[in-house]
């Protein structure tokens, strides 16, 4: 870690902490058929996962609100949250920062409803300080928006923040930012392909 004080970790959700995508794919699908429009094949869909609302409304719900959407994500998500697998080092990883005093950040573009479902499944919302959410801000990731606003409600400044995602839209919003960027099996400011190696990150710094 390049020379700084470490003050605050900020994580992603989909993909970082927890495997979603079988869960996104189906309610993305539920979401599709319930509006009367054609569905995706996993491969198509994988390639558009993690990105922003604003993404799908203006690909696939045209016409559609933003809140007609997220109700109906929010609605399919309660009959497929089992399909969303916890990765086996999140608890432990978020654990170990926990106790190196370092406060804690979750930044996601799913909805206060979905993100909280998880949280509270896994019984992770103990570990985070702040929980950001695409209701939480106008812009999503890539925009820094939500990253700036956890680092305002965290009290650190975004140079003494490291973010943690996987994908680019995850790494440019922690970058606009002007934070520390950790790509979780992507290129970042440092790449880690094992969670747990954040804490090496961490000791290192």
């Given amino acids: 870690m390049r020379s700084m004080e470490v ?66 994500y929010n609605k399919f998500f309660k009959k497929r949250k ?30 206060k409803f979905i993100v909280m479902s998880i949280l509270n499944r896994y019984k992770l919302r103990k570990y985070f300080d702040v929980v950001i959410a695409m209701e939480d801000v106008k812009n999503r990731k890539p925009a820094p928006d939500s990253v700036l606003k956890a680092c305002r409600l965290l009290k650190v400044k975004p140079q003494n923040a490291i973010l943690i995602g996987d994908t680019m839209n995850d790494m440019i919003a922690g970058e606009k930012a002007g934070c520390v960027t950790v790509g979780y099996k992507i290129e970042g400011d440092y790449k880690i392909d094992e969670l747990k190696n954040i804490e090496k990150l961490l000791s290192n710094k």
Wanted: hydrophobic share 40%; net charge positive.
């Fill in 7 to 72: 003050k605050a970790v900020l994580f992603d959700l989909d993909g970082v902490l927890v495997d979603s995508l079988d869960a996104w794919f189906y309610v993305f699908n539920d979401t599709l058929k319930y509006f009367g429009l054609k569905t995706l094949k996993k491969k198509d869909f994988s390639r558009s996962f993690g990105k922003p609302i604003e993404y799908d409304l203006k690909n696939y719900f045209i016409g559609k609100t933003e809140q007609e959407v997220m109700r109906q």
């Fill in 82 to 111: 089992a399909y969303v697998k916890l990765f086996s080092q999140s608890a432990e990883v978020l654990k170990d920062i926990k106790k190196r005093k370092l406060k804690l950040g979750l930044i996601s573009n799913s909805t």
